[in-house]
């Protein structure tokens, strides 16, 4: 009961927290070094946020996220990957773990959050409760690992897509080279 009543208070506290914070620059995060960051670290960049995981059918996807991110970082392009544990179980490891997995299996060198949930719930990141509530641009649960979505210069979410699109595809590139050329 205890332990319930616990959870709920948290959830209705993030709630809270995410209803005044005033854009997704307010957002406190940490990196996957556990050193404070935010969104505002990339203001007046176009950010591609992430969920990835490490032992996911779409863990492909790394290499063209980097693709994308080599691509279009000179552009003003950033890629921020959140790792989670959410889907399956398929993101176990500890910071160290991903971190070494990213960087030998996919020279990943785009940003990585500290791993969070994506999932409603009492250990959902205060970030995806921004990117996914009621009040966000694009309501709705995250479905899967590595969905993604697109943030303008000024912090607005432009667009979000699922899993199974690419990276690289036209749809996701399409997007952000849009948001690349508003300024």
């Keep these: 009961m205890r332990k319930t009543l616990l959870s709920i208070l948290f959830a209705i506290s993030m709630?809270?927290?995410?209803?005044?914070?005033?854009?997704?620059?307010?957002?406190?995060?940490?990196?996957?070094?556990?050193?404070?960051?935010?969104?505002?670290?990339?203001?007046?960049?176009?950010?591609?946020?992430?969920?990835v995981a490490s032992k996911c059918g779409y863990t492909r996807q790394y290499q063209p996220l980097e693709a994308v991110y080599r691509k279009y970082k000179d552009k003003g392009l950033v890629i921020v990957g959140m790792p989670s544990n959410d889907f399956g179980g398929q993101e176990p490891g500890t910071a160290e773990e991903i971190k070494t997995f990213c960087s030998s299996k996919f020279d990943v060198t785009f940003p990585l959050l500290e791993k969070a949930g994506v999932k409603s719930g009492p250990t959902q990141s205060p970030l995806y409760t921004a990117l996914t509530?009621?009040?966000?641009?694009?309501?709705?649960?995250?479905?899967?690992?590595?969905?993604?979505?697109?943030?303008?210069?000024?912090?607005?979410?432009?667009?979000?897509?699922?899993?199974?699109?690419?990276?690289?595809?036209?749809?996701v590139t399409g997007a952000i080279e849009g948001a690349l050329a508003a300024k």
Excluded: C, M
């Design 15 to 51: 709630t809270q927290f995410v209803a005044f914070a005033g854009s997704l620059y307010d957002i406190p995060l940490k990196n996957i070094d556990g050193k404070a960051v935010s969104l505002a670290d990339y203001k007046g960049k176009v950010v591609l946020v992430v969920n």
């Design 133 to 171: 509530g009621k009040e966000a641009a694009f309501p709705g649960e995250v479905k899967w690992n590595f969905g993604k979505f697109l943030i303008s210069r000024d912090g607005k979410v432009l667009a979000r897509f699922d899993s199974a699109d690419e990276p690289d595809g036209a749809k």
